[in-house]
Nanobody, 115 residues
């Protein structure tokens, strides 16, 4: 069984910063990719940022230049540094990992950006 534990969400004013972290543990065989998704009120879940084993990254257009994803392969952790936050970034953020055994999700952490 795989467990993903997220931390770092909260309430911040527009223009502020937050850092999300996610630690994976359990029966992890091989993690191919790690990423963060979000689901805003009344919206579908969307990919925010992803990072491969080799360090290649991709970002949603809406967060490019503001968010940075990073991972520590030795510790099976992935982080998301979020700067210049906007009210439209308000959402529940989910950690996601893709392994040879399948895809796993964290429980989600709330990020609220006030205007």
């Amino acid at each position: 069984q795989v467990q993903l534990v997220e931390s770092g969400g909260g309430l911040v004013q527009a223009g502020g910063s937050l850092r999300l972290s996610c630690a994976a543990s359990g029966s992890i065989s091989s993690i191919n990719a790690m990423g963060w998704y979000r689901q805003g009120p009344g919206k579908q879940r969307e990919l925010v940022a992803g990072i491969t084993n080799g360090g290649s990254t991709n970002y949603a257009d809406s967060v490019k230049g503001r968010f940075t994803i990073s991972r520590d392969n030795a510790k099976n952790t992935v982080s998301l540094q979020m700067n210049s936050l906007k009210p439209e970034d308000t959402a529940v953020y989910y950690c996601n990992i893709l392994t040879v055994r399948g895809q796993f999700w964290g429980q989600g952490t709330q990020v609220t950006v006030s205007s």
